[in-house]
């Protein structure tokens, strides 16, 4: 059974720094593509990073490009998104999913597919 924990989340100032992780059981992450998503009240849900699940290659999204950083640890099976430079418009529940090798796509300026298990997701808050 595919599942996802999200932890890392909370309250942080503008400027700060937080990272997120991304807990997988049930699987391994060479066989499955991990994403990032966020999604801020009333807006729709925007992806934000992936990393490829057969060499770790990544996807950042333009608005947190220079910002963010994806990386795995195959041995704890976990996902990490590090995020720094927070300002408010970060603010959102940021989710974790998963989607099978064959079945999703990663590239430098493209993450896509079906991403079929899903985190509960884990809030984000940037304020002063």
């Known amino acids: 059974q595919v599942q996802l924990v999200e932890s890392g989340g909370g309250l942080v100032q503008p400027g700060g720094s937080l990272r997120l992780s991304c807990a997988a059981s049930?699987?391994?992450?060479?066989?499955?593509?991990i994403g990032w998503f966020r999604q801020a009240p009333g807006k729709e849900r925007e992806g934000v990073s992936c990393?490829?699940?057969?060499?770790?290659?990544?996807y950042i999204a333009n608005s947190v490009k220079d910002r963010f950083t994806i990386s795995r640890d195959n041995a704890k099976n976990t996902v990490y998104l590090q995020m720094n430079s927070l300002n408010s418009e970060d603010t959102a529940v940021y989710y974790c999913?998963?989607?099978?090798?064959?079945?999703?796509?990663?590239?430098?300026?493209?993450?896509?597919?079906?991403?079929?298990?899903w985190g509960q997701g884990t809030q984000v808050t940037v304020s002063s």
């Open positions: 999913a998963a989607g099978r090798m064959g079945q999703t796509i990663v590239g430098r300026t493209t993450c896509g597919g079906a991403f079929d298990s």
């Open positions: 990393i490829r699940s057969s060499d770790g290659s990544p």
């Open positions: 049930g699987f391994t992450l060479d066989a499955y593509t």
